[in-house]
């Protein structure tokens, strides 16, 4: 398996594990303990990792999401609380969904091993959010609490390089949102209004920026041999299912 294959082929399972623990009840429970919206912790749990910046850098690095959006859970956020302050409650709470979650999987301390080789050799240039997130302090060093951090910086990572290759794509986020899966439905989730753009013009560059993703995102594979990735990609597919069988949860 290339690099390049095993980006894509573990698209879906980072996606899944990545971004469950922010879908759990017990994290919305923490927001409002915190006393935040789900969507200002949503906002300030991934942007915060930046530190107490301005929102229109906040908008500039999540990207996908409306700056207007962002700006409106940013703004909600800092009023509460410093936004690395709830950036570390966000990780904590990724943290205790793992332990939760993860920590009876057999392959866990293989995933570990071999995700930590990959996000520690991935290249940060261009990729400030996974950046970010790859330099906050783990503070649980369960495998479980460490399997779901480090499935979250797979997912940051991955992230990171789609907007890379969305915007060298000659695409803007909306417009790529508009001719993915989603399509209204997700541009509408990310706070977009409309009119929006006709998807159909745009899908050619939409694939191309796919591939592009999967360029970018599996050079950080290159730290495995062929086998090792073939394995990880396997063992993230198997863990993902668990997780369905156990409690189904949105991918997003």
């Known amino acids: ?15 899944k594990l990545g971004g469950a623990f922010g879908h759990d009840p017990r994290t919305m429970r923490r927001a409002r303990q915190l006393g935040l919206t789900g969507w200002a912790f949503y906002v300030a749990g991934r942007g915060g990792a930046l ?24 703004e909600a956020a800092r009023k509460v609380a410093p ?17 939760e979650n993860l920590s009876t999987f057999f392959g866990l301390e293989r995933v570990v091993e071999l995700a930590e080789r990959v996000v520690v050799s991935a290249e940060a240039a261009g990729l400030p959010l996974f950046a970010a997130w790859r330099s906050m302090p783990i503070p649980d060093d369960a495998p479980g609490a460490r399997a779901a951090v480090l499935s979250h910086l797979l997912r940051e990572h991955r992230g990171a390089a789609h907007l890379l290759a969305v915007r060298a794509s000659n695409l803007t986020p909306l417009e790529a949102i508009i001719a993915g899966p989603e399509k209204e439905a997700g541009a509408t989730a990310f706070g977009w209004q409309p009119p929006y753009p006709a998807a159909e013009p745009l899908m ?47 991918v997003g």
């Open 1 to 15: 398996m290339t690099p390049e294959q095993a980006a894509a082929a573990g698209k879906r399972a980072i996606l």
């Open 51 to 74: 530190g107490d910046v301005r929102a229109d850098t906040v908008a500039g690095v999540l990207g996908f999401i409306a700056p207007e959006a962002v700006h409106d859970g940013w």
């Open 204 to 250: 050619r560059r939409r694939a191309w920026a796919e591939a592009l993703t999967d360029r970018i995102a599996g050079e950080a594979y290159r730290v495995l041999d062929p086998g090792e990735r073939q394995e990880l990609v396997e063992l993230l597919e198997t863990a993902s299912k668990m997780l369905s069988e156990s409690s189904p949860v949105p």
């Open 83 to 99: 936004p690395l302050e709830i950036a570390a409650h966000n990780l904590g709470e990724c943290c205790r969904w793992g332990r």
